[in-house]
């Protein structure tokens, strides 16, 4: 479909840059299918797959059974016959009934066939807090998968890296757990390309260059972060890098930095304990020891259950803690 003439104007949000990328790649490859609970008639809880039935017809883009189990069931067996499945699990925290199938099915296929079958899939699936849902709504569970050999898991945070990770994920032999953080969904719009263009799986992105300490994070959480800075003096040269693919993680790009800079914090949603910033703050000690001034800062959720919508933004990093954090590491 045309773009509107406001989204010529003032860009995409980032729903509308994924279902762009869905329509364009429905288009070009006519192996792509859409699946999960409402995706058709209704266009999806968040209205992502919005008009992909009506363009496609309802055996391209399909209403499936209440089934996240099966959804994945079926999305496997599609793609080990040679279709490109873009199954939606239209929660976070629905992705459970579906674990078995994700990591002991399609993980394992390409090293259980040494080779002879891959998994082509791309499960997406609506990710993180800030928006006053229920439980089972708000929670951010990257590190559960990213642990386990045989997937690839991303988290875009803009609408042109959602739209080219999108297309990247798609056309990837291998499955990929594509975290949407709803709560920049419609946000904020950008000017996206309008044409075919990929934005490489592993590859992080620095959005502000710095000297004296780094920031990474990913997903909603670059925008406290950026928020954050903005509370700390002028004169503190703060390098701010989104991971975007939290498997495999572009551990040169935040090597690299951290080496430079000798400070480090990690932001993320996701409780502390056994997260991926626990992962990245290891690989940090690992390879920029002899570089570090100051111990490496983790400003996360708490190691409690995702509260409901009164106490929600208590739990989710601000701008006031992660800004105290990195006043922590410079004055250490």
């Known amino acids: 479909m045309p773009r509107t003439d406001k989204q010529l104007q003032d860009g995409l949000t980032l729903v509308e840059a994924i279902n762009e990328a869905l329509a364009q790649e429905m288009e070009r490859d006519n192996r792509v299918v859409c699946l999960g609970e409402d995706v058709g008639l209704n266009g999806g809880v968040f209205r992502v797959t919005e008009g992909l039935q009506k363009r ?26 040679g279709m490109r499945p873009i199954p939606e699990i239209q929660f976070e925290g629905f992705l459970g009934p579906a674990y078995d199938q994700l990591v002991n099915h399609a993980a394992r296929f390409r090293n259980r ?7 082509p899939l791309t499960v997406r699936v609506p990710w993180g807090g800030g928006i006053h849902a229920p439980e089972f709504h708000s929670d951010s569970p990257e590190a559960i998968y990213t642990h386990n050999p045989g997937l690839k898991v991303v988290c875009p945070s803009t609408p042109t890296d959602a739209k080219g990770m999108l297309l990247a994920a798609i056309r990837d032999p291998d499955p990929v757990v594509f975290f949407e953080p709803k709560r920049v ?5 950008e000017q996206v390309p309008e044409g075919d263009y990929e934005v490489p799986i592993g590859k992080a992105k620095v959005v502000s260059e710095g000297s004296d300490i780094t920031v990474v994070t990913w997903g909603s959480m670059v925008f406290e972060c950026l928020a954050a800075m903005d509370e700390l003096p002028d004169d503190v040269s703060i390098e701010l890098i989104d991971l975007r693919t939290i498997c495999p993680f572009d551990a040169e790009t935040v090597a690299q930095s951290v080496e430079k800079t000798g400070r480090a914090v990690i932001v993320q949603e996701a409780p502390k304990t056994c997260s991926m910033a626990s992962e990245l703050s290891a690989v940090i000690q690992e390879r920029c020891f002899l570089h570090l001034k100051a111990p490496v800062q983790r400003v996360c959720g708490f190691d409690v259950v995702m509260p409901y919508a009164k106490l929600e933004l208590e739990y989710l990093p601000e701008k006031k803690r992660i800004a105290a954090a990195i006043a922590q590491a410079l004055a250490y």
């Open 185 to 189: 969904y419609r946000s904020f719009r």
């Open 56 to 81: 496609f017809g309802a055996d391209r883009c399909i209403d499936s059974p209440l089934s996240e189990s099966g959804i994945m069931g079926a999305s496997i067996g599609l793609a080990m016959a």
């Open 113 to 119: 066939t040494r080779g002879a079958i891959t998994v």
